[in-house]
């Protein structure tokens, strides 16, 4: 049924821009307009149309088979809950729940030692925490006082062709402070002269490789820093010896059960549970409970069923998922949850939130940027004249933040939000949902499939993005 949708988008867009040539400036090249070519134009809409029409007859017959029920297609906006309501609790209550390793990690850092290179590495499955927690000791004051530099890399598992090692090491440090330099070797002795002699400290965070002949050579990479320079990775890999003898792990656990119905409570009720139905909280602690301490799902369900504090069938529609109820911890099967989250989205949102899996992993999206990729797409339609799509935009990137699909980077003088990225494990979910019509090329453009609705093109030395809408057929990059 979309690939029939999308043909007709398609043939919608191909009339559109051929009526805006032979109406528009073009008139002077008026050979393409000849009755030859119109009638060529014509012939070839019309053999599509007759396509559209036997694709749909195909569907109406599934429909059929499927004993599908017709719905309306217009989807209202509903209310926008603020993210803002309840004064960010998931961050503050998770510095209060992860206090401990916090400053069991400063210890480390800060301790003296002998060593050139010594890895802190905080383990865990993916929804703990490990990010929030690295950016709170990356961030505190004393870490700010002990090193001369500190540096942040994000390495996420981005689909690069390129494995993690001393080169693509320094590309993802290029990229951190916007260097111009292209060449390795141009890169590397800025690098080396930025901290040589000097103690440093350096987050590489996301990290998914354990070749250990590739650890040996970012060792050696970094060893001519100063006495006492500190690497603090963030990793799901539960063995971290590949990393080298003097590296300590801190593993991270899920919340216990008290913790976890606080950050519920308090992202979902605003701390107000008394007001609630006795029903749902019952209800809502048994779903607590199967999140096994995961904050990245405690807090997306909670954010989910804000909205529904009186529809008591939609909390149970939760509970009884088969995918929370199998949910087993240490495993990493948080997608599946997650989904529940995307699942309960209106569809004018869905298409949104799909779109973003465009962008790389920890990239910053601009607000304003991302809004108007969404109306050149047409995902942004008002009944109403007078609102401007802009507006309407707005409001959906505010729903989004609210779902806590997106997450604020960024704000002006006047708290209006400017940026956003998205969690990894977010990403991924938005990632296996749009699956091939979303597509993100490095170098080679060469093979594109034609599935690819949206494609990316990711310069190799400055995230740089360009995106192009599909036809579905490959393009040509000049």
């Not at 992860?98 to 499955?125: H, S, T, W």
């Not at 296996?432 to 093979?447: K, M, Q, T």
């Amino acid at each position: 049924m979309k690939e029939v949708v999308y043909d007709v988008d398609d043939l919608l867009d191909d009339f559109a821009t051929y009526r805006l040539r032979r109406g528009g400036p073009a008139r002077k090249v008026s050979h393409f307009f000849s009755s030859s070519n119109q009638f060529a134009f014509r012939f070839q809409i019309s053999g599509r149309i007759d396509d559209i029409k036997e694709a749909l007859d195909d569907v109406k017959k599934d429909i059929s088979l499927l004993n599908a029920v017709p719905r309306s297609t217009i989807h209202p906006r509903g209310k926008i809950i603020e993210r803002q309501t309840h004064s960010s609790p998931s961050t503050s209550i998770s510095l209060g729940q992860r206090i401990v390793q916090k400053e069991e990690i400063i210890d480390l850092l800060v301790l003296p030692n002998n060593e050139n290179v010594f890895i802190v590495a905080i383990v865990g499955i993916g929804g703990l925490g490990k990010t929030t927690l690295a950016q709170f000791v990356f961030n505190d004051d004393r870490v700010k006082y002990h090193f001369d530099s500190r540096r942040w890399v994000c390495v996420s598992d981005d689909d690069s062709i390129e494995e993690f090692g001393e080169n693509m090491l320094l590309k993802k440090m290029a990229k951190s402070v916007d260097s111009q330099s292209l060449l390795l070797d141009d890169l590397k002795n800025e690098f080396h002269n930025e901290i040589r002699q000097k103690m440093y400290l350096l987050v590489l965070d996301d990290v998914w490789n354990n070749q250990s002949e590739n650890w040996e050579r970012v060792r050696t990479l970094l060893e001519v820093g100063a006495r006492g320079s500190k690497i603090l990775v963030t990793t799901r890999n539960t063995e971290v010896l590949f990393m080298g003898s003097n590296t300590v792990p801190i593993k991270l656990e899920g919340l216990d059960i008290d913790e976890s119905w606080r950050l519920f409570s308090d992202v979902t009720f605003g701390g107000q549970e008394n007001t609630v139905n006795p029903t749902i909280i019952r209800v809502g602690r048994e779903i607590v409970n199967m999140c096994n301490g995961v904050p990245l799902i405690i807090n997306t369900l909670g954010r989910t069923l804000m909205p529904f504090q009186s529809d008591l069938s939609k909390w149970l529609s939760i509970q009884k998922n088969e995918n929370l109820l199998s949910l087993p911890y240490g495993n990493d099967n948080v997608l599946r949850v997650l989904k529940l989250s995307y699942d309960n989205l209106p569809t004018h949102l869905k298409q949104c939130f799909t779109y973003c899996a465009l962008f790389p992993k920890d990239y910053e999206i601009e607000k304003k940027s991302l809004v108007q990729l969404w109306i050149a797409q047409g995902y942004i339609q008002s009944p109403n004249k007078n609102e401007l799509l802009e507006d309407i935009g707005d409001l959906y990137f505010k729903e989004l933040l609210s779902s806590s699909l997106l997450e604020e980077v960024k704000k002006d003088d006047c708290n209006n939000i400017l940026s956003c990225k998205m969690h990894d494990l977010i990403h991924d979910l938005a990632q296996s949902i749009a699956g091939f019509e979303v597509l993100v090329v490095r170098n080679d453009v060469s093979n594109i499939s034609r599935e690819a609705r949206h494609i990316a093109l990711l310069f190799e030395m400055k995230a740089i993005m360009e995106t192009k809408a599909m036809v579905g057929k490959p393009i040509s990059v000049s």
